[in-house]
């Protein structure tokens, strides 16, 4: 009898990897509210937390605009390649349903 274990995959569908980045800062606020580390100090009264704050939509920003600028240069590289070899890269004959699957598809594999 074969056994597998269990899959450590940490890469998550874009919609899930958004709603963690979206919805971590509010997670740990509320959790230090609820469980402190220290019953004298709150999250109000934290001296890190706006550093912390700023760190996370500093390299949030930062990852969003690298995946755009990814995205585009990809783009542009693909046409670029099109137009040099005669032939287009996209099945652009295929029905729009089936389009939208590979892009989805191709989308998740490079996440």
């Known amino acids: 009898m074969v056994t597998t274990t269990p899959s450590l995959n940490t ?12 919805f971590w800062p509010l997670f740990v606020i509320l959790l230090e509210q609820l469980v402190p580390k220290n019953r004298g100090a709150g999250i109000v009264r934290d001296p890190q937390l706006r550093q912390d704050l700023t ?38 004959q295929w029905p729009w349903p089936a389009q939208a699957v590979l892009a989805f598809f191709a989308v998740d594999l490079f996440d």
């Open 11 to 22: 890469t998550s569908s874009t919609p899930r990897r958004f709603i963690r980045i979206a």
């Open 55 to 92: 760190f996370f939509l500093l390299v949030t920003l930062v990852e969003i605009i690298t995946n755009l600028a990814l995205i585009a240069s990809a783009l542009g590289l693909g046409a670029q390649l099109q137009s040099s070899i005669g032939f287009s890269l996209w099945p652009a």
